[in-house]
């Protein structure tokens, strides 16, 4: 059984500060990795996708990958109130048709 | 910019009705697929589609679902035969030239089963 797994949370995080979220999966063949934010009732909304090993940035954040250690992360720097949100990380593997394998998602509240 | 769209946003139904959500993806893109997420869970896949064929779909994918792309733009997921742990959240999502691109997905359409 092909795993995601992510810390439920609620990670609290005030205002300004950093909020570092992470993901393992069990996959080694997976190829591409998400980030995606869903707000409460709301549908998943892309954040960020990374293919490679490293770290990509776009505005205030930044997703690294290590597929030796198979772990996927997400920082979030200068965290505001409109972050509160779950955060999901989605895998993709290399032998599905786009099948995207989500974890549970973290909670993160800012906090003023 | 383009989106997703799905109808209706809410559908209420009895338990053994048939449903249909509809959903038109982004205009260009040659891959859809339909997710569920049950209140508190996680989200699932359900199925991906390609060239007007299945291309992959998971267990939950059973004999009561089916999906067609009857026309250029929609792509529908019907349940013929409802039940009540068919309630959930269903989101309809499209990539553009491969499986492994990014996924847009739709606003959802929340289906209650009474």
């Known amino acids: 059984q092909k795993e995601v797994e992510q810390n439920s949370g609620p990670l609290s995080v005030p205002e300004g500060a950093i909020a570092s979220l992470n993901c393992t999966y069990s996959?080694?063949?997976?190829?591409?990795f998400f980030w995606y934010r869903q707000y409460s009732g709301k549908s998943p909304e892309l954040i960020m996708f990374i293919y490679s090993n490293g770290d990509k940035e776009d505005g205030r954040f930044t997703a690294q990958l290590n597929k030796a250690s198979q772990y996927v992360s997400l920082l979030i720097r200068d965290s505001q109130p409109s972050d509160s949100a779950t955060y999901l990380c989605?895998?993709?593997?290399?032998?599905?048709?786009?099948?995207?394998?989500f974890g549970a998602g973290t909670q993160v509240v800012v906090t003023p | 910019e383009p989106e997703v769209t799905q109808t209706p946003s809410h559908q209420v139904t009895q338990m053994g009705q048939e449903v249909i959500l509809r959903c038109v993806p982004i205009s260009n893109h040659l891959y859809f697929y339909w997710y569920r997420q049950i209140l508190g869970q996680k989200v699932e896949f359900l199925v991906s589609f390609y060239n007007n064929e299945i291309s992959e779909k998971s267990e939950i994918f059973d004999d009561q679902f089916s999906v067609e792309r009857p026309d250029g733009s929609n792509f529908t997921l019907k349940i013929r035969s409802t039940k009540l742990e068919d309630s959930a959240m269903y989101f309809c999502?499209?990539?553009?030239?491969?499986?492994?691109?990014?996924?847009?997905f739709g606003p959802g359409t929340r289906l209650t089963v009474l």
């Open positions: 996959d080694r063949g997976s190829q591409s």
């Open positions: 999502a499209s990539s553009e030239r491969t499986s492994t691109d990014t996924q847009y």
């Open positions: 989605a895998v993709n593997g290399d032998d599905s048709w786009g099948k995207l394998q």
